[in-house]
């Protein structure tokens, strides 16, 4: 959803728990362009309903997932790992603690309908983002024809009412035979719910899916992602185990911090809580061993205001 290189956030894999912290400025090259904040129906678009709705394999009550894993570690398939954040309908706020509750079929394209397998909630966390891992559904006859894969959403903002959608994947070869993810206009309109996978160093295929919809949620105050003020250039091995190393850009003398996040948005780790100068910075951690491998999030905040975030991984 929104446009891809501007509103998507450069979510990128799991993190830290990182002691060990050494900043030294390193040479600052050309500044980015100031990236302003565009709302509009191409870059700001509300999420949909999908026309088949909620169709007849829903079951309440699905668990709460653990470390944002809805597929079980031996489950078969094709890995897949969705991330995002939460939007009001002006795209001016994220909205956290939003249920988001997910089920399809495996990869015969079957689905459990006696207990929860490949079912459950996630909900966004204070900075509105949420993220899990699958696998990629398989395909089943509807009819004479086979649906594509796709993904049933529930998700109900704090407050305001469910809207039951689904998402499906670009490139399927059954998206334009099919009643729903074939609509590209209306209430239906199925086209910014189809999203693109690339495949990441271990494997697994990953996408972006920004959730935009009614409801009340937390300010972003001026431009979007600020990268006037300060951005992540660069964090590598990602994902790492034993180290990994960050570089990071101030673009005005800045009270600067640098946290690493989980999945509930609790800080697991303080790296950079110091004033610095227009600069460019490198940070190396040395997570300590009680840190549980997952998925992380690297926050930047420029005299206490959000501008870049990025997705981690730590592995095993």
Same mark, same amino acid.
């Given at each position: 959803?929104?446009?891809?290189?501007?509103?998507?956030?450069?979510?990128?894999?799991?993190?830290?728990?990182?002691?060990?912290?050494?900043?030294? &400025?390193?040479?600052?090259?050309?500044? &980015?362009?100031?990236?302003?904040?565009?709302?509009?129906?191409?870059?700001?678009?509300?999420?949909?309903?999908?026309?088949?709705?909620?169709?007849?394999? #829903?079951?309440?009550?699905?668990?709460?997932?653990?470390?944002?894993?809805?597929?079980?570690?031996?489950?078969?398939?094709?890995?897949?790992?969705?991330?995002?954040?939460?939007?009001?309908?002006?795209?001016?706020?994220?909205?956290?603690?939003?249920?988001?509750?997910?089920?399809?079929?495996?990869?015969?394209?079957?689905?459990?309908?006696?207990? #929860?397998?490949?079912?459950?909630?996630?909900?966004?966390?204070?900075?509105?983002?949420?993220?899990?891992?699958?696998?990629?559904?398989?395909?089943?006859?509807?009819?004479?024809? #086979?649906?594509?894969?796709?993904?049933?959403?529930?998700?109900?903002? &704090?407050?305001?009412?469910?809207?039951?959608?689904?998402?499906?994947?670009?490139?399927?070869?059954?998206?334009?035979?099919?009643?729903?993810?074939?609509?590209?206009?209306?209430?239906?309109?199925?086209?910014?719910?189809?999203?693109?996978?690339?495949?990441?160093?271990?494997?697994?295929?990953?996408?972006?899916?920004?959730?935009?919809?009614?409801?009340?949620?937390?300010?972003?105050?001026?431009?979007?992602?600020?990268?006037?003020?300060?951005?992540?250039?660069?964090?590598?091995?990602?994902?790492?185990?034993?180290?990994?190393?960050?570089?990071?850009?101030?673009?005005?003398?800045?009270?600067?911090?640098?946290?690493?996040?989980?999945?509930?948005?609790?800080?697991?780790?303080?790296?950079?809580?110091?004033?610095?100068?227009?600069?460019?910075?490198?940070?190396?951690?040395?997570?300590?061993? #009680?840190?549980?491998?997952?998925?992380?999030?690297?926050?930047?905040?420029?005299?206490?205001?959000?501008?870049?975030?990025?997705?981690?991984?730590?592995?095993?």
């Amino acid at each position: 959803m929104k446009d891809s290189k501007n509103r998507r956030r450069f979510l990128k894999n799991v993190m830290l728990g990182a002691l060990s912290v050494v900043s030294v &400025p390193i040479s600052l090259k050309s500044l &980015p362009e100031k990236v302003s904040k565009n709302v509009n129906s191409e870059n700001c678009p509300p999420l949909t309903l999908d026309a088949y709705g909620q169709g007849p394999f #829903y079951t309440a009550n699905a668990p709460n997932l653990q470390n944002g894993q809805l597929a079980d570690v031996n489950e078969l398939g094709q890995r897949i790992q969705i991330s995002g954040q939460v939007f009001n309908l002006e795209c001016s706020e994220i909205i956290p603690n939003t249920e988001i509750d997910i089920w399809h079929a495996d990869d015969s394209g079957v689905y459990d309908n006696v207990g #929860y397998n490949l079912r459950g909630k996630v909900f966004s966390n204070n900075q509105g983002i949420y993220t899990f891992e699958t696998i990629k559904p398989g395909f089943y006859l509807n009819g004479s024809t #086979y649906r594509p894969s796709h993904i049933h959403f529930k998700i109900t903002p &704090p407050g305001f009412s469910s809207l039951i959608t689904q998402l499906y994947f670009a490139g399927d070869p059954y998206i334009t035979s099919d009643f729903a993810a074939s609509m590209n206009s209306g209430v239906y309109d199925a086209t910014h719910r189809i999203i693109p996978l690339s495949l990441n160093s271990l494997g697994i295929w990953e996408g972006t899916w920004d959730i935009i919809i009614d409801g009340n949620g937390i300010s972003l105050n001026t431009d979007y992602l600020h990268l006037d003020k300060g951005m992540i250039y660069n964090v590598s091995p990602n994902p790492f185990n034993e180290i990994i190393d960050i570089e990071y850009g101030v673009f005005m003398n800045s009270d600067v911090k640098l946290n690493v996040i989980d999945l509930s948005g609790n800080i697991i780790a303080e790296l950079s809580d110091i004033n610095q100068n227009m600069g460019k910075y490198s940070v190396s951690w040395k997570p300590e061993s #009680y840190i549980a491998p997952g998925v992380y999030f690297l926050t930047l905040k420029i005299n206490d205001l959000q501008v870049h975030y990025i997705k981690i991984v730590k592995e095993i």
